[in-house]
């Protein structure tokens, strides 16, 4: 028997965890260049940005069930279903969900979802918990979330999903950081004028 059913729904789900990041990335990126969001709410920027985070919220609820609904049509592997994996699951659910509710906590709605692309900076450097404990707590905890589910449900399958979770925000962190650090870079600088 193998391990992982290489079937349509693995195929869909890989697809819409692939999609996920690379769509809001280039409605971001549209947005800092051409401004096409705000255009598209009629010149409200703040709007424009919480349709955004709505959208995305709702992507990440949609492409957790279909990765769910995946799982569903694979082979399970015995030795998952043992307590202590089982436990191992449940502890990686709770440290995977603090990590993101208490990022969301901490950034609040349009930090969390790419204000900055708006043009709404966060005053200062966030710190503090979860900042001190991991660099990127959004996507080190949603990967969490997602080996947990896959140790839940027992699937190998779910494994092989979360590595291209783990594997997509590197790459999207690969393009939001140097980008992110160059939008706060601007800012200091016309800050820097000001004051001068
Ligand atoms: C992280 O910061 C919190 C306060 O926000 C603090 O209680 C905690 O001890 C810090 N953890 C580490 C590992 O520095
Ligand atoms: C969290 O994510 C970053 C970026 O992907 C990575 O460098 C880091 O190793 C991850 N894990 C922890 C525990 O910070």
Do not use: H
Not at 7 to 16: C, D, F, G, Q, V
Not at 46 to 65: E, H, P, Q, S, Y
């Amino acid at each position: 028997m193998p391990f992982i059913e290489f079937n349509k729904s693995l195929l869909i789900a890989a697809i819409s965890i692939g999609l996920n990041p690379l769509l809001w990335n280039i409605a971001a990126r549209s947005e800092y260049n051409k401004k096409t969001l705000t255009n598209l709410a009629n010149g409200n920027s703040l709007k424009a940005c919480r349709a955004l985070a709505a959208t995305i919220f709702v992507g990440g609820i949609v492409r957790d069930l279909i990765f769910q609904n995946a799982l569903r049509y694979q082979p399970g592997f015995d030795l998952f279903f043992n307590p202590f994996v089982q436990f191992v699951s449940k502890v990686l659910f709770y440290i995977g969900s603090l990590l993101v509710l208490s990022s969301m906590y901490k950034l609040g709605i349009v930090g969390t979802y790419l204000g900055d692309y708006f043009g709404f900076l966060l005053p200062t450097r966030v710190s503090g918990f979860p900042f001190n404990v991991t660099e990127n707590p959004m996507y080190n905890g949603s990967t969490i979330c997602f080996l947990s589910t896959a140790l839940r449900y027992g699937k190998p399958a779910g494994l092989l999903l979360t590595l291209e979770v783990f594997l997509v925000y590197r790459l999207a962190l690969m393009f939001e950081e140097p980008f992110t650090a160059k939008i706060y870079a601007a800012r200091d600088q016309t800050q820097g004028k000001k004051s001068n």
